[in-house]
C-alpha cells in the first residue's frame, strides 16, 4: 500500500493507494502543505479496486476510508486522481463533528471572509480561485468549516477544482502553472483540473476568519442581483451542510446566528470578468 499524509487545516489525512502513481500525482498536488503534528492522522481516505483483479485487469478505483457510501460507483483509473480527492472529501463530508460544514467557497481580506454557497456549475469556485490571485487569501473550496462555539470560518484550503475547461485555462493565465494538476477529461463532474493553493493560504491556513458576506453566484447568465431573505438563507445553509443535522441543536443556534448577523445576496455574471466585478462591488458595499 502507497501512502501520503498531509494536514490540511484542522483535518489530518493519511492517504493510501494500491497504486504509486495517484499517490505520487496527490503528492505533487499537495507539495508545501505540512505533515500531520507527530506523524498521527485523524482520518484515513483510500482508493482501491473493487475486487482484486480490477487491480490489474482493466482496473477500476473505489472509494474507501473510514467512512463510505455503499452505493458509490467505481470509477476508471485514470480518473484515480478524483477518486482520491472524493475520498478525502467523504471523509470529511460523513466524520466532521467539531465544525459546521457549509458547502461552498470562501475568500479572507482584512479579517474578514467572503462565502461563496452554490451547487456544482455555479461558479463558486473558479471565483475563489480568481479572487485568489487577486489579493484575498483562499480559506476554503469545497467545505467551509465554521467554529462551533465562536462562529468563525475556519481555513481548510483543499486543492481547487476547477470543472470547466475554457475557465481553468482563464485561471491558468494568472497563476503559476507548476501549482495545476493534470488535465482530466470525461469525468463524472465533467473536464476538470485541480489547483494548489498559493502559499500564503498555506502558510496561513491556521487562522480563522470572521464571516462577514454570504454570496450565492449563478454562472451563465446575465448579470443581476438580488437579496437574500433571512429565511432563505437559514434554508439553504442547511441544505447545503452535510453534519448539521449530526450536530443536532448548537447548529441550529450557529447556522441562526449567521442568519441574522451576516448578510446575504444572489447574483448571476455570464463571464468571470463580470462575475469578479459583481463580486467586488458587493464588498465594497460590505465593508471587506
Same mark, same amino acid.
Given at each position: 500500500?502507497?501512502?501520503?499524509?498531509?494536514?490540511?487545516?484542522?483535518?489530518?489525512?493519511?492517504?493510501?493507494? *494500491?497504486?504509486?502513481?495517484?499517490?505520487? @500525482?496527490?503528492? #505533487?498536488?499537495?507539495?508545501?502543505?505540512?505533515?500531520?503534528?507527530?506523524?498521527?492522522?485523524?482520518?484515513? #481516505?483510500?482508493?482501491?479496486?473493487?475486487?482484486?483483479?480490477?487491480?490489474?485487469?482493466?482496473?477500476?478505483?473505489?472509494?474507501?476510508?473510514? /467512512?463510505?457510501?455503499?452505493?458509490?460507483?467505481?470509477?476508471?483509473? /485514470?480518473?484515480?486522481?478524483?477518486?482520491?480527492?472524493?475520498?478525502? +472529501?467523504?471523509?470529511?463530508?460523513?466524520?466532521?463533528?467539531? /465544525?459546521?460544514?457549509?458547502? $461552498? !467557497? =470562501?475568500?479572507?481580506?482584512?479579517?474578514? #471572509?467572503?462565502?461563496?454557497?452554490? &451547487?456544482?456549475?455555479?461558479?463558486?469556485? %473558479?471565483?475563489? =480561485?480568481?479572487?485568489? &490571485?487577486?489579493?484575498?487569501?483562499?480559506?476554503?473550496?469545497?467545505?467551509?468549516?465554521?467554529?462551533?462555539? @465562536?462562529?468563525?470560518?475556519? *481555513?481548510?484550503?483543499?486543492?481547487?477544482?476547477?470543472? +470547466?475547461?475554457?475557465? =481553468?485555462?482563464?485561471?491558468?493565465?494568472?497563476?503559476?502553472?507548476?501549482?495545476?494538476?493534470?488535465?482530466?477529461?470525461? %469525468?463524472?463532474?465533467?473536464?476538470?483540473? /485541480?489547483?494548489?493553493?498559493?502559499?500564503?493560504?498555506?502558510?496561513?491556513?491556521?487562522? *480563522?476568519?470572521?464571516?462577514?458576506?454570504?454570496?450565492?453566484?449563478?454562472?451563465?447568465?446575465?448579470?443581476? !442581483?438580488?437579496?437574500?431573505?433571512?429565511?432563505?438563507?437559514?434554508?439553504?445553509? @442547511? &441544505?447545503? !451542510? %452535510? +453534519?448539521?443535522?449530526?450536530?443536532?441543536?448548537? =447548529?441550529?443556534?450557529?447556522?441562526?446566528?449567521?442568519?441574522?448577523?451576516?448578510?446575504?445576496?444572489?447574483? $448571476?455574471?455570464?463571464?468571470?470578468?463580470?462575475?469578479?466585478?459583481?463580486?467586488?462591488?458587493?464588498?465594497?458595499?460590505?465593508?471587506?
Amino acid at each position: 500500500m502507497h501512502g501520503f499524509r498531509v494536514r490540511i487545516g484542522p483535518v489530518s489525512y493519511r492517504i493510501g493507494s *494500491p497504486w504509486a502513481a495517484p499517490v505520487a @500525482t496527490l503528492r #505533487a498536488l499537495y507539495a508545501g502543505y505540512p505533515e500531520p503534528p507527530d506523524g498521527i492522522a485523524t482520518v484515513t #481516505a483510500r482508493i482501491g479496486p473493487p475486487r482484486p483483479w480490477r487491480r490489474w485487469i482493466r482496473p477500476q478505483v473505489a472509494i474507501e476510508g473510514d /467512512h463510505s457510501l455503499p452505493d458509490t460507483v467505481p470509477m476508471a483509473f /485514470h480518473h484515480a486522481l478524483l477518486a482520491i480527492e472524493m475520498a478525502m +472529501n467523504m471523509q470529511v463530508a460523513l466524520g466532521e463533528r467539531r /465544525h459546521l460544514l457549509i458547502h $461552498a !467557497s =470562501a475568500v479572507e481580506r482584512g479579517g474578514k #471572509a467572503l462565502i461563496m454557497p452554490g &451547487e456544482s456549475g455555479s461558479g463558486k469556485s %473558479t471565483l475563489a =480561485a480568481l479572487l485568489a &490571485e487577486r489579493g484575498w487569501r483562499l480559506m476554503a473550496d469545497e467545505f467551509v468549516m465554521i467554529d462551533m462555539a @465562536t462562529g468563525l470560518a475556519m *481555513p481548510f484550503p483543499r486543492a481547487i477544482s476547477l470543472k +470547466n475547461g475554457a475557465i =481553468a485555462e482563464a485561471v491558468a493565465r494568472i497563476a503559476d502553472p507548476a501549482r495545476f494538476g493534470p488535465h482530466l477529461g470525461g %469525468t463524472p463532474k465533467g473536464e476538470l483540473r /485541480h489547483l494548489r493553493p498559493n502559499a500564503e493560504a498555506i502558510a496561513r491556513m491556521d487562522e *480563522p476568519a470572521r464571516p462577514a458576506l454570504i454570496l450565492f453566484p449563478s454562472y451563465g447568465f446575465e448579470p443581476a !442581483s438580488d437579496g437574500v431573505s433571512r429565511s432563505e438563507l437559514f434554508m439553504r445553509l @442547511t &441544505e447545503g !451542510s %452535510t +453534519n448539521y443535522i449530526a450536530l443536532g441543536q448548537p =447548529a441550529f443556534e450557529r447556522v441562526l446566528g449567521m442568519v441574522e448577523t451576516i448578510p446575504a445576496a444572489r447574483f $448571476a455574471y455570464p463571464d468571470t470578468d463580470s462575475g469578479i466585478a459583481i463580486v467586488e462591488q458587493f464588498c465594497v458595499e460590505a465593508g471587506l
